[in-house]
């Protein structure tokens, strides 16, 4: 059988001087992962060959600069860094794309940056993480980033970040000594950014920017589980109407990084259809090699293995 084209396109890289302005998490702190983030070169492209993965689309590991408050710092922080960027990805264009990291203490900036990193450098769209200067990333403040993403027609991945302080003081403290994933990976980041996802429908921005188009990864944070809930509990009488369900399916891809479960695969797919998911591994902080061997396993057809392996990715992309 001819190999499948693999695309992953959740998968992390730290640029030197963005990981100055935020502290580190403890898996970005063991040795092999934190060298996988600073390296965009021959040790990546040897991890995707042995995994087979054949391209990469790269972003800024969380929480890159949603962490940095001043605006003037920011601006000039992320232009230089999706200028480095850039630069890789031209010294290996047949293996990697990128996503631009945005200066959100400035929004309107940041939408001027989104335009000349696409427009300029060549970019696929940008990446941004969790809340975002104490505002969750639905902010109408925010909106003249998603405006300008409709504009040209490129999709914004909404990445997990480290809960609100205090989320984390309510929810998570009494377990962190024995357990600090649960604040992340285990499960800190899927109710962070699920609660973004929702936001984002009831906020209004998919009115206002029709043409506006959101990634969620991690097989979209658990959402479309609990899509039918959700839009049967959002459509009792006592609440203003809103297509939950619907407008989620029409504005939101998702991917599989870090989240290889077949069964939760399977449900995403009868819920969001083949046409919406894409394959992601979520490189370094997950290896690459279970990725494709877990997919191999998948029980679906030929034409569904393709779209979600590869032609998802090319058509939204445009790669």
């Excluded at 001027?112 to 696929?124: H, Q, S, Y």
């Excluded at 000594?177 to 209004?204: H, N, Q, Y």
Aim: glycine share 6%; proline share 8%.
């Amino acid at each position: 059988m001819t190999k499948p084209y693999i695309i992953a396109l959740e998968e992390h890289y730290w640029d030197a001087e963005v990981a100055t302005h935020f502290k580190a998490p403890p898996d970005a702190s063991i040795p092999a992962i934190h060298e996988r983030l600073m390296d965009l070169g021959a040790l990546r492209l040897k991890d995707m060959d042995e995994a087979g993965v054949d391209f990469q689309v790269l972003s800024h590991g969380a929480p890159a600069t949603q962490r940095v408050d001043d605006a003037a710092t920011g601006v000039g922080l992320a232009r230089r860094a999706n200028d480095r960027l850039a630069e890789a990805v031209k010294a290996h264009p047949d293996r990697f794309a990128a996503f631009a990291i945005l200066p959100t203490a400035d929004p309107a900036a940041a939408a001027d940056e989104l335009e000349r990193a696409v427009t300029k450098l060549g970019f696929k769209g940008a990446m941004m993480h969790g809340i975002a200067h104490g505002k969750f990333l639905d902010d109408v403040s925010f909106w003249p980033i998603y405006e300008r993403a409709q504009k040209l027609d490129v999709p914004i991945y909404l990445h997990p970040a480290v809960p609100h302080p205090a989320v984390v003081e309510a929810y998570y403290k009494d377990y962190l000594k024995d357990f600090p994933g649960l604040l992340t990976a285990a499960w800190g980041f899927t109710v962070e950014t699920a609660t973004l996802g929702i936001r984002m429908v009831l906020s209004g921005v998919f009115d206002k920017y029709p043409g506006l188009k959101i990634v969620l990864g991690h097989l979209g944070e658990s959402l479309p589980f609990s899509l039918w809930r959700i839009d049967m509990a959002l459509a009792r009488s006592f609440n203003k109407r809103t297509p939950f369900r619907d407008t989620f399916r029409e504005h939101f891809w998702i991917t599989t990084s870090g989240n290889f479960s077949t069964p939760a695969l399977i449900c995403c797919v009868l819920e969001m259809g083949a046409d919406r998911i894409m394959f992601s591994i979520d490189y370094p902080f997950v290896p690459n090699l279970p990725g494709p061997k877990w997919f191999e396993t998948v029980p679906l057809g030929p034409e569904d293995r393709v779209k979600i392996l590869s032609g998802n990715a090319k058509r939204l992309l445009k790669l």
